[in-house]
Structures are given as structure tokens and as C-alpha cells.
């Protein structure tokens, strides 16, 4: 018999997600509740609708992890201290480690369990001093050993600027700041055209033209996973189509990373896609019976409830696209890897473009151009993508020809998909036909 282990579930009160927690035997266990409910409220007031969302995650899975911890070492909570929390840093070291979406990096998991770590630290500190849930737990020289109880003008920090402040959060990971060491993949074209080829596969239709507008945003405009999640069909009204250009639509995504505002281009034969998907959008809702209301105006939806998509759907659904290809997330790929894929090429076809017009191809002058289109202020943000400048020698493909070949994957992706699509249908018509010559069979044995 499988152990229980405490769980969370989601509820959604009209303003944003928030997890209800449940011990090991099914009770609700109200204090990490309110105080992932307390982060919410701040969130919601002072961020983006995608911060939001992710640091609400992340403050639940690391109570999550924590709760499930205490109740397998039988301490509760309250009874927690620095030996309590550093056995459960270093298990929480091999879990990630261990996990199927780990790079096998111990650099990259101990930033993950950093993160862990210091909500579990803050919780402490509302806890103890604005919840009054408990008293004299952490604080300097307690069973919690922290500053982070201190006033911040009182907080002793080193002169040395410190990627985490060992004062606040003692028990955390030092040396592992940055991505150094990490695994950067860049999709291929190949890559591509597998993920679309088994989107295909999927059995409804519109989940599957869904998907793929969800690929073709990722590899052709390069947005982060959140921007994507967020955009609403409104984006792509009538009005916004007739003002579009022959270059494309100009689309500003209401959630960007920073806050940013930035525009961005989307190629007018995929702006028209999109809005063929919106078309279809509206039937499919009715036909499950889904209302806009449940739908909030977004464009991409789940195909079980009509809902928009969790913040970290689009994530996961690029991820097992991954890994059913063959390409493991340990080598780092993922949704983030289409973006690389976005910028080496941007930055390749902006490199020829320099070259032949006998321009400056300095690395400092060749990103700004690709910063624009990933929608980043600072050039060194771009160190990955960064290879495509280095790699000068090699002559990439010119921005027409790239376009011309992405436009033919997406057709030859939409064309897989229907016939798919109509390989079901005939399957399962075989099947019927089957069945009513088995039918008629048994009626002539039972005539005779």
C-alpha cells in the first residue's frame, strides 16, 4: 500500500490561484496556507500577473516539501531547528538531483534548493512575528539560527556583495550563483519538426492546432513560456488585424519578465492562424458547454476544464514533447531551449545580413539587434545565444529563406495533424463496419 504524503490543491477565488494544504492524513493544515495566502495578496498588488503566479508556486512547493519532510522525521513545525532544516537541505540536494527533470548539475540543484530554503526562512519569520503562530524559533542564537527577524537596519552584511545573504539564510548553498556549468541546449530544426510531428498525434483537434500555434510562437517569435500563457484573444481582434503590415502583426504581450512592455512582430500568415484558432476557439467552448467567463478572454485554453493554462502548463507540455522525441531534459532541453534556437538564428541571419552590407559585425553591435527581439534590455543577458558571432566563419541563411522554411514546416505540421485526424476517423470506421458485418452475421446464423 502506497504511504500517503501531504498534498496540496489549488483553488482559484476570483483573483488568483492559491494552494489549500493537507497533512499526511488528509487534514487541512491551515498555517502554511495563510502564509503562502498572505505572499499572494502582496504578489497580486505589487506584480505581474506571471510573478505573481510564480512565486505563489514557489513558496507552496517549498512548504510542500518541507511539510512532507517533518511528518516523515515525526517533528512537527514548530519543533524545527537548524539540524532539522540542514537534513532536510541535504535530502532535498539528492531529490532534485535524483528527479527526471534534473540536468544532473549539482550547481543548478542547489540554487533550486536555495530557493526552497529560504521560503521555508521567511515563513519562519511571519510565523514568529506577524502571524504570533509560534515564539522564540528563529532569530539569532535560536533553534532557527537567522538575522532575518532583525530589522533591516540592524542586519550585519558583509562588505562583499553575497548572491545569497548567508545572514538571512545561513543553511543555503554558497558558489553555485549564475549558469556556469549548466547545460545549454539549442533546438534544432530537426527538433522541431518531431515536436509538431507528434503534436499531430493528439486525438482532439483543436487541443492539436493548440500545440502547435503554441510551437510556432516559441521557435518563430522566441517568448518566454509566461508571455505565451498569458495572451488574450483580444490581442488579435479585428481591429488590431487591419492595422497589421505586410511584415506582420505588432503584438505587446501584457505580461513580460521585469514588467517590460515591449512590441514585438509576429508574421502575418501566423497572426492569421491565430485568429482561424480564435474562430474555432468559440465553437469548441460551445460545444463543451465552457463559457468566456471560464475562458478569461485567453488564448490558450485547457482542454479538460476551458480554463486558461496553469502557469507552468506550456513548460510541461513542451518538456514531454522533449522527452517523447528522445531529447532528455538532462541536457538541458525544454521550452527555453526554442528560444536559444531563436536567438542563435536571429542573430546568425543578422550577421550575414551586417557582412554583406559591409557593416559592423562587433558581438556588441550584431545582439543589440537580437536583445530587441527577445525582448531584453542588456546584451549580457544573451551570453548563450552569443555563439552565432563567435562562429562568424560559418555563412548562415538568409532571413527570407529561414521564414519561407519555417511557413512550409508550419503547413506540412497542420497538414500532418489532419491527416492524422482522418486516420482516426477511418480506423474507427473499419471498426464499426466490423462490428455490423459481425452483427448481420449472427442474424443470418440465427435465420437459418
Not at 545561513?170 to 545549454?184: N, W, Y
Not at 517569435?221 to 490581442?235: E, K, V
Not at 512582430?265 to 467552448?285: M, S
Not at 476517423?425 to 464499426?432: R, S, T
Request: proline content about 2%; glycine content about 6%; some cysteine.
Amino acid at each position: 500500500m502506497t504511504q500517503r504524503v501531504a498534498v496540496i490543491e489549488w483553488v482559484d477565488n476570483g483573483t488568483g490561484k492559491v494552494p489549500v494544504f493537507f497533512d499526511r492524513k488528509y487534514r487541512l493544515f491551515d498555517p502554511f496556507h495563510d502564509y503562502v495566502a498572505s505572499v499572494a495578496v502582496r504578489k497580486r498588488l505589487a506584480a505581474p500577473q506571471g510573478a505573481y503566479a510564480s512565486a505563489v508556486e514557489a513558496a507552496a512547493y517549498a512548504l510542500l516539501a518541507w511539510l512532507r519532510y517533518l511528518e516523515e522525521s515525526k517533528v512537527t513545525w514548530e519543533r524545527a531547528s537548524d539540524g532539522t532544516l540542514q537534513q532536510f537541505r541535504d535530502a532535498a540536494l539528492k531529490q532534485v538531483l535524483g528527479s527526471l527533470r534534473s540536468k544532473g548539475n549539482e550547481r543548478t540543484a542547489k540554487r533550486t534548493v536555495n530557493v526552497r530554503l529560504q521560503w521555508i526562512y521567511r515563513y519562519y519569520r511571519w510565523a514568529q512575528q506577524d502571524a504570533g503562530l509560534c515564539k522564540g524559533v528563529i532569530g539569532p542564537g535560536l533553534a532557527i539560527n537567522s538575522a532575518i527577524t532583525q530589522p533591516k537596519r540592524k542586519r550585519q552584511r558583509s562588505r562583499k556583495k553575497r548572491e545569497v545573504d548567508l545572514d538571512l539564510y545561513p543553511l543555503c548553498f554558497t558558489g553555485v550563483s549564475g549558469t556556469a556549468g549548466g547545460t545549454q541546449y539549442f533546438a534544432t530544426a530537426k527538433d522541431k519538426q518531431r515536436i509538431a510531428e507528434f503534436f499531430a498525434k493528439g486525438a482532439d483537434p483543436f487541443i492539436v492546432e493548440r500545440n502547435q500555434i503554441i510551437l510556432e510562437l516559441s521557435d518563430r517569435i522566441g517568448w518566454r513560456a509566461g508571455t505565451i500563457t498569458y495572451l488574450t484573444i483580444d490581442a488579435f481582434n479585428e481591429e488590431a488585424i487591419e492595422k497589421a503590415e505586410e511584415d506582420g502583426l505588432v503584438v505587446t504581450p501584457s505580461v513580460q519578465k521585469l514588467a517590460y512592455q515591449n512590441s514585438f512582430t509576429i508574421p502575418l500568415t501566423l497572426a492569421l492562424r491565430i485568429v482561424r484558432h480564435i474562430e474555432a476557439r468559440q465553437r469548441w467552448l460551445a460545444k463543451h458547454k465552457w463559457t468566456e467567463k471560464q475562458a478569461q478572454c485567453r488564448l490558450f485554453l485547457s482542454g479538460k476544464t476551458g480554463r486558461p493554462l496553469g502557469g507552468k502548463t506550456i513548460v510541461q507540455l513542451i518538456g514531454g514533447a522533449f522527452r517523447a522525441i528522445g531529447v532528455v531534459a538532462k541536457i538541458g532541453a525544454g521550452h527555453h531551449s526554442l528560444r536559444r534556437k531563436f536567438a542563435d538564428e536571429s542573430t546568425r541571419d543578422d550577421l550575414a545580413a551586417r557582412r554583406s552590407m559591409g557593416l559592423s559585425t562587433a558581438v556588441e553591435d550584431v545582439m543589440h539587434a537580437t536583445a530587441k527581439r527577445l525582448g531584453q534590455r542588456n546584451i549580457a543577458s544573451q551570453t548563450p545565444y552569443q555563439r552565432a558571432v563567435r562562429d562568424g566563419t560559418r555563412q548562415a541563411e538568409s532571413h527570407r529563406l529561414r521564414a519561407e522554411l519555417q511557413e512550409t514546416e508550419a503547413l506540412l505540421a497542420t497538414k500532418d495533424a489532419k491527416i492524422a485526424a482522418l486516420e482516426r476517423q477511418l480506423q474507427e470506421q473499419a471498426k464499426a463496419n466490423k462490428a455490423t458485418r459481425a452483427a448481420k452475421a449472427r442474424v443470418r446464423r440465427a435465420t437459418r
